[in-house]
């Protein structure tokens, strides 16, 4: 079945910089889909930070426009989250989502991992 899985969380300290990676099993539909990366903090809602298409083009939300950076590797089924600046507003949980079209608005996705846990102190 199709899987997605998230690595390369962590704690770090304000100012500090994680890159998390997402890989893509399970289905040979890949390109098909719009790959999101949306975060949920402690007692908030699910955030979407950005998105990224098949063909490269990409959005963000304000808050990490220029410090956030995703990429994706159509081959390897593979989508990273570069992330620079870090600052305390930034922790949660981080999850890996794929949907089939974008949209700024999602309320749901066709695919979502179980997510790797961003801490940023001071």
């Known amino acids: 079945q199709v899987q997605l899985v998230e690595s390369g969380g962590g704690s770090v300290q304000a100012g500090g910089s994680l890159r998390l990676s997402c890989v893509a099993s399970?289905?040979?539909?890949?390109?098909?889909?719009?790959a999101y990366w949306v975060r949920q903090a402690p007692g908030k809602a699910l955030e979407w930070v950005s998105a990224?298409?098949?063909?490269?083009?990409?959005f963000y939300v304000d808050s990490v426009r220029g410090r956030f950076t995703v990429s994706r590797d159509n081959t390897e089924k593979l989508v990273y989250l570069q992330m620079n600046d870090l600052n305390p507003e930034d922790t949660g949980i981080y999850y890996c989502?794929?949907?089939?079209?974008?949209?700024?608005?999602?309320?749901?996705?066709?695919?979502r991992g179980q997510g790797t846990q961003v801490t940023v102190s001071g």
């Open positions: 399970g289905f040979s539909s890949f390109t098909f889909y719009w």
């Open positions: 990224i298409g098949s063909g490269g083009t990409t």
């Open positions: 989502a794929l949907r089939r079209s974008f949209t700024d608005t999602p309320q749901n996705y066709n695919y």
